[in-house]
């Protein structure tokens, strides 16, 4: 299995445009997580997914940020407008979990370098 | 509300040499405790977890950590370190009956020649 994808890789864009992040999950797996790593909060639990049905958005950040899934093997992550405070590395993770409760291995992407001037 | 420290932000330490990278955690309920390791430009790889059982568990590459409930801690550790295992170190928690892992700041560990 390649691992979880993620797309682009790096990101820079001004201030105020959207900017659309991409992943696609290990095959099979059914819950979905979206991260940022910054380096003054660390790693930081953005939304979680389970079977494609947001079960916890409370880590996004404000209405700026929207994630979606519509089916098992992608999502994405939208900020629109962008600012420069979004600046950080975004990342994917999936595990094989069908349910809320597990203590699956996460399987991480390697990250999207997002730089908002 | 459970936490997870790391107080350590970064640890140098030369080749060949022993570490020990501290973690603690909060929790009034049972957990589940993990190391993962991110390397350069690379997302975060499991490198042990503690779910029950021993409470000193290894991984493949050499590094340890133990369980210690009364002190509330997961410490990892590696008799003799390798120029490769330059690396950023995260220790995560679960709570019994959750989903979400909540990870800590993170130690840098940089191997010295």
């Known amino acids: 299995d390649a691992g979880v994808i993620q797309s682009p890789r790096h990101e820079v864009t001004e201030m105020g445009q959207e900017v659309t992040l991409r992943c696609k999950p290990i095959s099979g797996h059914n819950s979905l997580f979206w991260y940022r790593q910054t380096m003054m909060r660390g790693l930081e639990l953005l939304i979680y997914?389970?079977?494609?049905?947001?079960?916890?958005d409370s880590g996004m950040p404000e209405d700026r940020f929207s994630a979606k899934m519509p089916n098992a093997s992608f999502s994405t992550l939208k900020i629109q407008p962008s600012e420069p405070r979004d600046s950080a590395v975004y990342f994917c993770?999936?595990?094989?979990?069908?349910?809320?409760?597990?203590?699956?291995?996460?399987?991480f992407g390697p990250g999207t370098r997002l730089t908002v001037l | 509300a459970q936490s997870v420290t790391q107080l350590d932000s970064q640890v140098p330490v030369f080749e060949e040499a022993p570490v020990e990278l501290r973690c603690n955690y909060s929790s009034s309920v049972s957990v589940y405790l993990f190391w993962y390791v991110q390397y350069p430009n690379q997302g975060l790889q499991l490198l042990l977890k503690?779910?029950?059982?021993?409470?000193l568990v290894e991984s493949i590459n050499g590094f340890e950590a133990e369980f210690n409930k009364s002190q509330t801690s997961f410490h990892l550790r590696k008799p003799s370190v390798h120029i490769s295992d330059t690396a950023e170190y995260f220790c995560a928690v679960i709570n019994s009956g959750t989903y979400k892992y909540i990870f800590g700041t993170g130690t840098r560990l940089k191997v010295l020649a």
């Open positions: 993770a999936s595990t094989p979990s069908r349910g809320s409760f597990s203590t699956d291995t996460q399987y």
């Open positions: 503690y779910l029950s059982g021993s409470t």
């Open positions: 997914f389970n079977n494609n049905v947001p079960i916890d």
